[in-house]
C-alpha cells in the first residue's frame, strides 16, 4: 500500500520500531482472547435465558400415573388461534384431587364437563425439557405475568454496556490508560462470570450481569484502540479489522456449549472458565506508548518501543530520535502535576474525564464527526440485533441458526478487510449498508412458506451489516485523535446502545402489526446510513491524529 510520505506525530516511531511485525501480530493474538470469552457472555443469553414451551403444573396431579400429555389434557385449555398448542398460563378450575381417585384417565376425562369448567391463572408451571434441562427463565419462573422481567434483564445488561462505554472509555484517556482499564475490565469479567452462575435471586443475577457487560465493553473497545495505536497507517486497518473475527468465532462456539450443556448453571460456568486466561494480561499486556508519551511519561514509552523494535527484528532505534519524536506528542491540556497532593491528582482526573466528554463536542470539527459516527452506531446496532431477532422467529432450531450467525460474520469481517484496506472505510461501510438495505428488501417479498430462502437472505444480510460493523469501529478509532479516541469511540458505542435495546422492541411491537415490518424498518436504516457515511472524511493511508490541535492544522491545510 502506498503510504503518506508526510507522516508526522506519534507515527514517525514506526518507521524506526516496525507497525506491522511480529509485535502487533503477538498483541493481536493477545487481545483475541478477550474477544472470544467477551462474546460467550454478550450473545450467550440465546440459550441461558430461553423461553421453553411451558403450561400450568397441578399440584394434585403431580403423583398421578398419567402420562404428561394426559394431565395437559385435562387441565389445561387450547390456544383460540391454534389448537394444536396448550395455553401456556391459565388451566381448568376442577376438582382435580377428586379426578384423580378414578380408575383411569379415560373415566376423569369423560367425567369433566368442559362447556361449563372456568379457568383460573397458574402460580407454578411445568417447563419442556426437550430442548434445555434449565435456564434462567424456568429456574425463576420468569413467564406470564413475569414475562417482562426476561426484558429486563437484557435491557439492564444493555445499560451496563452503556455505562461502561462512559466509564471505560474515559478511564482509559484521562486516568488509567489502556492497559489498566483493560485488566480491571478482565477482572470483572471474571469475578462477575462466576458470581452470575450462582446466583440465587432474580435481582443478584440482574446486578452481576450488568457487572459482567461493564467489563465486556471496558475490555473490548480499550483492546481495539491498544490494537490500532500500535499499528501503523499500512497495517491498521488488517489489524483492525481482524481483530474482530476471534469475536466471530466466539459467537460460533456458543451453540457448541450449549448443545453439550442443557443446564444453565454449567453453562454459565463453562463460559466463565473460559475467561480466566485474561489473567495472563497482568504480565503480558503492554501500555499503549502513544497515550505514555501524551501523559509525559517518554521513559516508559521508550522501553516498550525498544522492546517492539526487537521482536521485529529492528536494528535498535537511537534513543535521542525516539525522544524528541515522543515530546513532541504532549497533551496540552495535561499539567504538570509534579508538586500536587494526591488528592489534588484524583480530582483533576475526574475533571479530566469531564473534560474529554465535553471536547469532542466543542471542537466544530469534532462535534461533526462525532454526531455522524453516533448516528452510524445507532443504525448498525439496530440492523445487526435487529436481523437477530427477528431470524430467530423463521426456525425453531436455536443451535443452528446461532452458528449461522456467527458464521457469516467471518465472511463479512474477511471481505471488509481488504475493501476497507484498498478500496476506502467510507466506500465499504455505504456499500455494506445499501446491500443489507436491499436484501432486507428481497427478505420482505420472499414468500412466508419458503423457509430455506428467506433464511439465505436474511444471512446475506447479516454477512454484510457484520461487515458495517467491522468497519465502522476502525473508522470511528481513526476519526478521532489519540487525546480523545478511547471517549469518542465509547461515546459513539453508548450510543449504539440506542438501537440494540430498540431492535427487540421493533420485532416484538410491529411484527404483530405486519409480520415483515421490522424488516423493512432495518432495510430503511441501513439505506439512510449508507447515505450519511458519505458525510464522514476518508481516513484510509491518514495518520492517526494526537491532539486536537494536530486536527485543527489538518483541517486548514485541506481547506
Known amino acids: 500500500m502506498t503510504q503518506n510520505v508526510n507522516i508526522e506525530g ?18 493481536f493474538a493477545l487481545c483475541s482472547l478477550q474477544a472470544v470469552t467477551i462474546s460467550f457472555h454478550h450473545l450467550g443469553y440465546v440459550f441461558l435465558g430461553a423461553v421453553p414451551d411451558h403450561w400450568c403444573e397441578v399440584n ?7 402420562t404428561k400429555n394426559q394431565i395437559r389434557n385435562l387441565s ?7 389448537a394444536s398448542k396448550w395455553e401456556s398460563c391459565t388451566y ?7 379426578l384423580s381417585e378414578e380408575p383411569n384417565f379415560e373415566s376423569a376425562y369423560n367425567k369433566v364437563n368442559y362447556s361449563e369448567v372456568t379457568t383460573k391463572f397458574c402460580t407454578k408451571w411445568n417447563y419442556d425439557t426437550s430442548i434445555y434441562e434449565s435456564t434462567v427463565v424456568t429456574q425463576f419462573d420468569l413467564v406470564c405475568d413475569h414475562r417482562y422481567l426476561v426484558a429486563t434483564i437484557q435491557a439492564t445488561y444493555m445499560s451496563g454496556v452503556f455505562i461502561g462505554s462512559l466509564v471505560m472509555g474515559a478511564l482509559s484517556d484521562n486516568v488509567i490508560g489502556r492497559r489498566n482499564t483493560i485488566i480491571i475490565s478482565a477482572c470483572l469479567i471474571i469475578v462477575f462470570g462466576f458470581a452470575t452462575a450462582f446466583t440465587k435471586s432474580y435481582t443478584t443475577f440482574v446486578i452481576t450481569r450488568f457487572f459482567i457487560a461493564v467489563g465486556a465493553t471496558g475490555s473490548f473497545q480499550n483492546s481495539f484502540s491498544l490494537l490500532t495505536e500500535f499499528c501503523d497507517i499500512g497495517n491498521r486497518a488488517t489489524i483492525g479489522l481482524f481483530s474482530n473475527l476471534p469475536f466471530a468465532i466466539g459467537y460460533m462456539g ?11 448453571v454449567t453453562l454459565q460456568i463453562a463460559f466463565s472458565i473460559s475467561t480466566l486466561p ?3 494480561y497482568f504480565w503480558f499486556l503492554p501500555s499503549s506508548p502513544r497515550w505514555l508519551a501524551l501523559r509525559r511519561r517518554e521513559e516508559e514509552a521508550l522501553k516498550i518501543l525498544n522492546q517492539m523494535a526487537k521482536i521485529n527484528r529492528k536494528p ?13 506528542c504532549k497533551d496540552e491540556r495535561i499539567l504538570n502535576q509534579s508538586n500536587i497532593t494526591a488528592l489534588q491528582s484524583i480530582l483533576q482526573a475526574f475533571k479530566n474525564i469531564g473534560n474529554g466528554y465535553v471536547s469532542i463536542v466543542r471542537n466544530g470539527e469534532l462535534r461533526k464527526r462525532s454526531f455522524l459516527i453516533w448516528f452510524l452506531f445507532i443504525s448498525v446496532t439496530l440492523v445487526y440485533y435487529g436481523l437477530s431477532f427477528d431470524t430467530a422467529l423463521i426456525t425453531r432450531d436455536p443451535f443452528i441458526l446461532v452458528f449461522l450467525g456467527g458464521l457469516m460474520e467471518l465472511p463479512g469481517y474477511t471481505i471488509a478487510m481488504p475493501l476497507a484496506t484498498k478500496w476506502g472505510r467510507k466506500p465499504t461501510v455505504a456499500s455494506s449498508f445499501f446491500i443489507t438495505g436491499v436484501v432486507c428488501l428481497i427478505f420482505v417479498l420472499s414468500p412466508q412458506n419458503y423457509e430455506t430462502i428467506r433464511i439465505v437472505f436474511a444471512m446475506i444480510g447479516k454477512l454484510f451489516i457484520s461487515s458495517a460493523f467491522a468497519v465502522i469501529y476502525l473508522l470511528g478509532a481513526e476519526l478521532y ?20 435495546i430498540s431492535a427487540p422492541y421493533i420485532v416484538d411491537l410491529t411484527r404483530p402489526v405486519y409480520s415483515n415490518f421490522p424488516t423493512i424498518i432495518f432495510s430503511a436504516t441501513s439505506i439512510l446510513a449508507g447515505l450519511v457515511t458519505f458525510f464522514l472524511p476518508e481516513t484510509k493511508d491518514t495518520e492517526l491524529l494526537d491532539s486536537i490541535r494536530s486536527l485543527e492544522n489538518q483541517v486548514i491545510n485541506e481547506s
Open 92 to 98: 381448568y378450575d376442577l376438582d382435580y384431587k377428586g
Open 254 to 264: 456458543i451453540p457448541l456449549f450449549a448443545y453439550y450443556i442443557r443446564n444453565w
Open 316 to 328: 535498535k532505534p537511537n534513543r535521542l530520535e525516539l525522544m524528541t519524536i515522543l515530546k513532541s
Open 10 to 27: 506519534f507515527d514517525r516511531v514506526f518507521t524506526f520500531v516496525g507497525g506491522g511485525g511480529l509485535y502487533q501480530w503477538l498483541l
Open 481 to 500: 485523535p489519540t487525546s480523545e479516541r478511547a471517549t469518542g469511540l465509547s461515546c459513539a458505542v453508548l450510543m449504539g446502545r440506542i438501537g440494540s
Open 278 to 280: 485474561l489473567i495472563c
Open 76 to 82: 389445561i385449555p387450547r390456544k383460540v388461534n391454534d
Open 60 to 66: 394434585d396431579l403431580k403423583n398421578s400415573t398419567w
